[in-house]
């Protein structure tokens, strides 16, 4: 939903999303983060944001049919590390279908 960053698209996204997707090269968003997730309380609502397989297997039960996993770190070991770690979380969620 929506594009950039704002007020008026931050209470946008917590009326009617359940997250922000910012696509971004700047190195760190921290004070665009605090606003959004203000909008969010003062709504009433929690993104919900989760890489635990019961969660993601409980989303796709509910319709979810694309989950979007990140890899935050640019170290090619870290990344390595979080690719093994989204596998098992693939297996976890795949084989309980």
């Given amino acids: ?4 960053h704002g007020p ?4 946008a996204i ?7 997707m910012p696509i971004t090269g700047r190195t760190s968003i921290a004070d665009r983060l605090a606003p959004l997730q203000a909008r969010f309380e003062a709504a009433g609502r929690d993104p919900g ?12 039960r509910e319709g979810v049919g694309r989950v979007l996993l ?4 640019e170290d090619r070991d870290e990344i390595l590390r979080n690719l093994d770690a989204f596998e098992h979380i693939k297996d976890a969620v795949y084989g309980s279908r």
């Fill in 8 to 11: 008026v698209l931050f209470d």
């Fill in 1 to 4: 939903m929506g594009g950039g």
């Fill in 70 to 73: 990140t890899i935050w770190r």
């Fill in 49 to 60: 944001c989760t890489t635990d397989p019961d969660g993601l297997i409980n989303l796709g």
């Fill in 14 to 20: 917590a009326r009617y999303a359940d997250g922000w």
